[in-house]
């Protein structure tokens, strides 16, 4: 038995004359330690045994048949055993060249080497036990260091590779592509929208637990041999090597982001992640792996900068667009000192008398040089640089001031509201309730003249947070309206949760409506469950007639769109409030 109580098992390879019988029967009568003894009397038979089966070490004779002990020990080396080997060598008196072959087997890579003739002397045992602690202390120190190496080049959260790893095998790919020139390889870059918003909110660990979810996600849409690695927070990037053409990249992005429309449950409750993806091929122009990597990096920026959930593919000329991106970043900041953000006023409408309910208040950015900038051309970069929360404060007291203004100037009845957009990033800052509280609390327009717009993917952060926010909201007496309702993925539960009063029926359902039968189901099937909730509808984007008949005849009573009117400065809405505020579609398309 060993320290541990254990037997050492010991193969003896010796051939038929026997010449390690004494070996063997001296080992069998120790009890410290105390050996499991097995013998094969060949070459073969011993090689297929250590194949086979498990060892603490080997004994081998000299001569096995017409091989030698040292032609076995090579070929274990060969074949890749882990078993130390001791040597039994021959007295000087029968081989000459005794001295010479010990410093061969030790080369060939026995453990160790016993003179034939010293073997009744105890050095055997001592000899094994040295060769297996030996073994045995390498082998730890192999793992602790292949442990080292895992932990050097891999991600802890994940277990994926990182940055380090990934860089080592795309500097491999490119440099097999350069001897093999029609494999082609790409790299995707991914990182996921809003994660600082949901990483604040959820706190660390939920956070955490998503991103892991999410990996493994990734991992479904891959084929075994390509590379995923996380290079930290919420930034991956995927290695696709030997692919046949650009098709083949933009599918794996596509099953990604398809992969991300299933909701993820963390402690119940269902979380949405998106992606925005930037793509590169590697050319002949790109030398390292860093250049790809950085061509991947740049269309992600681009792919974030249009929008979010999309995918980019890098195109020569896209760092000048980099460029331009940052460019137009400091123009904004620089728009925001100049006051260059002016409001728009789009009336909102009962359906079946044209008369204005309210307005949805909408901000366009007057340019020095460029004019009347849409907010969809700034407002996803002002969002991904936080200088949104700026704009949105100079929107809502605009909003809140000339709605004050109207009210005490123009005798209406219903009082008209104003509903004004928040963003993701606007509706996660601190302090938000106050700060409304505050803005009405100055301009003196009543709460329930507020409207507050968020869509579907903003309630799907933080459970909790959103429904104390919401709440928040409620209690100072606002309206909820969910924007472009039908677009996103909210589950039928949290809007039944939430204290939220209006749908806003997205543009593209009332587009549809007249173009194919399923539209006109889908806006049937939206206003059912606005009526089953007990909510109020607003139709948007209606542009023609048409669509007014049908939405009427389908029950839907608000609604705002170009055939009512286009959002209008301040100064028309006055002289549509000096006529009393009736909106008749057809009227005023004529006019
Ligand atoms: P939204 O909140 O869904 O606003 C409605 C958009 O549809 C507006 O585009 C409006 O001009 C347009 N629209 C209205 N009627 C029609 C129609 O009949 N046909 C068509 N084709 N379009 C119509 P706009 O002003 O370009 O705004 C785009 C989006 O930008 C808004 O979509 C909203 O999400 C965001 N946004 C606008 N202003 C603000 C703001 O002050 N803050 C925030 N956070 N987002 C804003
Ligand atoms: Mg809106
Ligand atoms: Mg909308």
């Known amino acids: 038995m060993d320290r541990n109580g254990q037997t050492w098992k010991i ?40 194949r086979d089966d498990r060892y603490d070490a080997c004994l081998v004779g000299h001569e096995l048949g017409p091989q030698s002990g040292i032609e076995l020990i090579r070929e274990v080396e060969k074949l890749g055993i882990r078993v130390p080997i001791v040597l039994v060598i021959p007295p000087e008196s029968i081989v000459p060249h005794a001295a010479a072959l ?26 094994l036990r040295y060769v297996i602690e030996r073994h045995r202390a390498m082998i730890a120190l192999q793992q602790s260091e292949e442990r080292l190496r895992h932990e050097i080049l891999h991600d802890s959260l994940t277990g994926l590779p990182n940055r380090t790893m990934f860089l080592d095998r795309l500097e491999r790919a490119m440099a097999r592509r350069g001897r093999k020139p029609d494999s082609l390889c790409a790299v995707l870059c991914i990182d996921l929208d809003r994660f600082k918003v949901v990483n604040e909110s959820l706190g660390h660990i939920v956070a955490d637990r998503l991103l892991l979810a999410i990996a493994r996600r990734f991992e479904n849409c891959l084929r075994v041999e390509d590379t995923m690695a996380r290079f930290g927070g919420d930034e991956f990037a995927i290695l696709l090597d030997d692919i046949r053409g650009i ?49 991947a990096d740049t269309a992600l920026t681009r792919a974030k900068g249009l929008g979010k959930g999309r995918y980019e593919l890098f195109a020569p000329g896209m760092h000048s667009q980099a460029v331009q991106l940052l460019r137009l970043e400091n123009d904004l900041r620089r728009a925001v000192e100049a006051n260059e953000f002016r409001l728009m006023f789009q009336p909102v409408v009962a359906l ?72 993701a990033r606007e509706f996660g800052q601190r302090g938000l309730i106050p700060q409304i509280q505050r803005v009405l609390d100055e301009t003196g327009l009543p709460p329930q003249s507020l409207k507050i717009e968020i869509t579907e993917g903003v309630l799907q952060g933080n459970a909790a947070g959103i429904d104390e926010l919401l709440h928040g909201m409620r209690s100072l007496g606002l309206g909820l309206f969910i924007d472009d309702f039908g677009t996103g993925y909210s589950s039928l539960a949290a809007l039944h949760r939430y204290p939220i009063d209006t749908l806003k ?15 006109s189901a889908i806006v049937r099937t939206i206003l059912a469950l606005a009526w089953n909730l007990g909510l109020e509808v607003v139709a948007e984007g209606v542009e023609t007639a048409e669509q007014r008949m049908l939405l009427s005849a389908l029950g839907c009573s608000n609604a705002q769109g170009y055939f009512f009117s286009r959002p209008l400065p301040a100064e028309e809405i006055e002289e549509l409030l000096l006529r009393g505020g009736i909106l008749d579609g057809a009227e005023d398309q004529a006019a």
């Not at 993820?264 to 409750?269: A, D, H, R, T, V």
């Open 505 to 519: 029926i997205d543009r593209s359902f009332v587009r549809n409506m007249t173009i194919e039968k399923r539209g």
């Open 102 to 127: 010990e410093v061969e087997a030790m080369n060939a890579g026995a453990a160790d080497c016993i003179d034939a003739e010293r073997l009744e002397a105890g050095l055997l045992e001592r000899s």
């Open 11 to 50: 193969l003896v390879i010796d051939d038929e004359r026997d010449a390690l019988g004494f070996a063997r029967e001296r080992l069998s009568r120790s009890k410290q330690p105390s050996f499991d003894l097995l013998s094969a009397q060949s070459f073969a038979a011993g090689l297929a045994r250590l």
């Open 247 to 295: 098709q083949d990249a933009t599918r794996i992005a596509e099953r990604i982001q398809q992969e991300l429309l299933r909701p993820i449950l963390l402690e119940g409750e269902e979380v949405f992640a998106t992606a925005s993806i930037g793509i590169a091929m590697a050319t002949p122009e790109m030398i390292r792996a860093t250049d790809l990597l950085r061509a």
């Open 352 to 423: 079946s008398t044209g008369r204005l309910l309210g307005f949805e208040a909408l901000v366009r950015w007057v340019h020095p040089d460029r004019g009347m900038v849409p907010p969809n051309d700034f407002l996803p970069l002002a969002e991904e640089t936080g200088i949104i929360v700026r704009i949105g404060q100079f929107v809502l007291e605009e909003a809140c001031r000339r709605t004050a203004d109207w009210h005490r100037r123009f005798p209406l009845d219903p009082k008209p509201y104003v509903a004004v957009n928040l963003s």
